[in-house]
């Protein structure tokens, strides 16, 4: 109850603010437009005010309807997907035939490829959706427990890459010093920019790494240490390791050949 209330009070202190910039209509209209625009489309007021839907006739807003229908499904298949990693992630499911069970689920509800390997309490959510938000998974990857990735900015998995127990990867973040001249959502107070992340066939991400928004993409065979934080592209056939993660190692592409070939 208090939720809904705190939301209806965050419209209308918005319905407000338009009105006091257009006072085209009243009040009573933005507050209401809001809110259908909301149930409709399912999106947040951020948009709203982005596309300046207030300021639009019915041409105009048809336009739109594109953009923000396909943003919808985006957010309800990521709102599937939550109810997926909590019923599914749960360790009732890591007895061998429930194993088979919430791997199948899992390729169902996300594009998967042959032989992935889900463990418990795997996360995988796209914590501020947009046209960018996709989550694609190549052939025999291993998720371990305790995984949790955001797919907001879109995140690319290759095959036969192994992500060990407790890694955070993540594609959004908060430009809280101004520093970006350009963000995808601003309201004054919540700078908020995505990137999309590669990771390239045969990487090894290690226990406790953490993969921070910016870094584009991490190349094949490469290794990320356990515990490191990765914060900018790591090319292919190296370790990386530290806070921040850089480079301790390199060597020839011949040391790991693709996991299907010969090892």
């Known amino acids: 109850m208090y939720r809904i209330f705190s939301y209806l009070l965050k419209v209308y202190k918005k319905s407000l603010i338009i009105f006091n910039e257009q006072r085209k209509k009243t009040k009573v209209f933005y507050f209401i437009d809001i809110l259908l625009f909301r ?3 399912k999106t947040t007021i951020e ?3 982005e596309l300046k839907y207030y300021n639009k006739d019915r041409k105009e ?3 739109d309807d594109v953009e923000l229908t396909l943003l919808k499904e985006i957010y309800l298949k990521n ?3 939550i109810k997926v990693c909590y019923k599914y992630g749960s360790r009732v499911y890591d007895n ?3 194993q088979y069970k919430r791997n199948k689920v899992y390729r169902k509800t996300y594009i998967m490829g042959e032989n992935c390997f889900v463990s418990s309490n795997v996360y995988i959510n796209c914590s501020h959706p947009s046209l960018l938000s996709k989550f694609t998974c190549g052939k025999n990857v291993k998720l371990n427990k305790d995984v949790k990735i955001d797919y907001s900015g879109g995140v690319e ?3 036969w ?3 060990a127990s407790g890694v955070h990867i993540s594609t959004h973040g908060h430009d809280l010093l101004r520093l970006k001249s350009e963000v995808e959502i601003d309201d004054n107070s919540n700078r908020l920019y995505l990137t999309e992340l590669i990771i390239e066939d045969n990487v090894v991400i290690n226990t406790r790494a953490m993969i921070r928004p910016g870094v584009g993409k991490i190349g094949e065979n490469s290794i990320i240490m356990a515990g490191a934080v990765v914060t900018k592209r790591v090319p292919p056939n190296v370790v990386v390791s ?3 993660a850089e480079i301790v190692m390199k060597f020839p592409a011949e040391k790991r050949h693709i996991r299907n070939k010969v090892i």
């Open 96 to 98: 061998s035939f429930r």
């Open 39 to 41: 149930l409709k489309y």
């Open 242 to 244: 530290g806070n921040p």
């Open 157 to 159: 998995i290759g095959n």
């Open 79 to 81: 709102k599937r997907g």
């Open 47 to 49: 948009k709203y005010l």
């Open 61 to 63: 807003r048809k336009k």
């Open 161 to 163: 890459v192994l992500i």
